[in-house]
């Protein structure tokens, strides 16, 4: 069974920056695309970055396109994402998550299993 942790959330202050970590275990992480999704208070869960198993295809949302890069190191289980200009409307639960083949062909991520347990930001005004 496959195991996400994330790491690297905290407070920042609007326009700071804070780089998210998510470490996979339990099987070929290499194998798959792998996304990041965030949650604010009150709000449903969505998708804010997702990148293909080779790194060569990436997509983001609108809403942080411009500020925020995804990246994978297959050889150590790990894929980041890189947040610059952060804004109070970016303050979310921030989650990752393994894509499986389906989700990524449709780009509809409602139906993904596995997923890590989350790691709070916070961007104060």
């Known amino acids: 069974q496959v195991q996400l942790v994330e790491s690297g959330g905290g407070l920042v202050q609007a326009g700071g920056s804070l780089r998210l970590s998510c470490a996979a275990s339990?099987?070929?992480?290499?194998?798959?695309?792998m996304g990041w999704f965030r949650q604010a208070p009150g709000k449903e869960r969505e998708f804010v970055a997702a990148?293909?198993?080779?790194?060569?295809?990436?997509y983001y949302a609108d809403s942080v396109k411009g500020r925020f890069t995804i990246s994978r190191d297959n050889a150590k289980n790990t894929v980041h994402l890189q947040m610059n200009s952060l804004k109070p409307e970016d303050t979310a639960v921030y989650y990752c998550a393994e894509i499986d083949e389906s989700s990524w062909a449709t780009r509809d991520y409602r139906y993904l299993e596995v997923w890590g347990q989350g790691t709070l930001v916070t961007v104060s005004s």
């Open positions: 339990g099987r070929t992480f290499s194998s798959y695309a």
């Open positions: 990148i293909s198993w080779n790194s060569g295809t990436t």
